[in-house]
């Protein structure tokens, strides 16, 4: 496959590799290139990848995993689907959405998150899987509005039957920014799965804030400046600065116990009014007052389906 791709521009750097627009077969893929010092991150991305039964709607589609031999070297390189309209976070900065679109958003997030974290059982099940890097810019918008989770390789996955972790969870991993307050503080407990599970829910609790600050009501009201977004904002970046160090995380999260605003329009409004309640019980700073991924996209399934009727 490696040979027939012809990449044509770089549209991403990742923790690991760069992101590439390509084409294959005259059809737009993206991929990720890695270079040949970050081979663990391109095999353990693949391994998550090739998980049994993980393909889903709301998991970036992935095609296949290949080496590029070529004069300089090996590069590593994955295959996915191409999704124009790019990651959340750069979606978000250039665009607000009306709160019909923010509960399919949300919804579509907190169902991937929900298909990664349960189990499938039976002889040839999934594991549960968690992501340990949930962030809006690992998220990418689909032409049909949903949104689909990318970037696996910090994942550990949990064979429920044998009771084991696929990796030694090394404890401190993913983007300080989104990094739950147990995490910071290094008091997570890597021998519970359901502590990982928890700590992803804190992560999308901040993207669900992402989404709910440039959402704006769906009929127009006059433009009322109570019902309008608000600018893109990145969590906490009225509290720390463009690179958080732990301790900076750490000062905010556990010292002063802070988490970002939930303005007051978000009261007037049914949906922003649901999803701020999601929002405040999965940041909570105990972890199992959290709601479960499959909670989340129930909640907000029931919150899609009744507030289109009433429209
Ligand atoms: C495994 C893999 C291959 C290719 C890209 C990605 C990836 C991302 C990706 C995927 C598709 C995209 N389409 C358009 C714009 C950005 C994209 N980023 C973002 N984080 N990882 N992952």
């Not at 690179?243 to 010292?255: F, H, K, N, T």
């Amino acid at each position: 496959i490696a040979k027939q791709i012809v990449i044509e521009r770089q549209i991403g750097e990742g923790r690991f590799g760069k992101v590439c627009l390509a084409n294959w077969r005259g059809a737009h893929v993206a991929v990720k290139i890695f270079t040949t010092i970050n081979d663990q991150s391109w095999l353990r991305e693949t391994e998550i990848y090739q998980t049994v039964l993980l393909r889903h709607d709301n998991i970036l589609g992935f095609i296949a995993a290949d080496l590029k031999v070529s004069v300089g070297g090996a590069q590593m390189m994955l295959i996915t689907e191409y999704h124009k309209r790019g990651s959340l976070h750069d979606f978000l900065k250039e665009n607000t959405i009306d709160t019909a679109q923010l509960v399919v958003m949300a919804r579509s997030i907190a169902s991937g998150l929900a298909h990664l974290h349960e189990p499938i059982n039976g002889t040839h099940g999934k594991p549960c899987i968690a992501h340990r890097d949930i962030k809006s810019r690992n998220i990418l918008v689909k032409t049909d509005g949903e949104c689909c989770i990318a970037d696996f390789a910090l994942a550990v996955r949990y064979d429920s039957r044998r009771n084991e972790i696929d990796i030694a969870p090394n404890s401190r991993v993913g983007t300080r920014r989104y990094m739950a307050p147990e995490v910071v503080n290094d008091t997570i407990d890597v021998t519970s799965f359901s502590a990982f599970k928890s700590a992803d829910m804190y992560s999308a609790s901040l993207v669900f804030w992402e989404l709910c600050r440039r959402s704006r009501q769906s009929w127009p009201v006059g433009g009322s400046p109570m019902l309008q977004a608000d600018e893109y904002m990145l969590p906490y970046a009225n509290l720390v600065g463009p690179d958080p160090s732990v301790d900076d995380m750490r000062l905010v999260l556990i010292v002063q116990g802070a988490r970002p605003d939930i303005p007051m329009r978000w009261k007037c409004d049914n949906r922003l009014r649901v999803i701020s309640e999601i929002i405040q019980f999965c940041w909570h700073q105990n972890p199992n007052v959290r709601l479960a991924a499959l909670r989340v996209m129930k909640t907000l399934r029931k919150l899609e389906d009744s507030e289109t009727l009433e429209n």
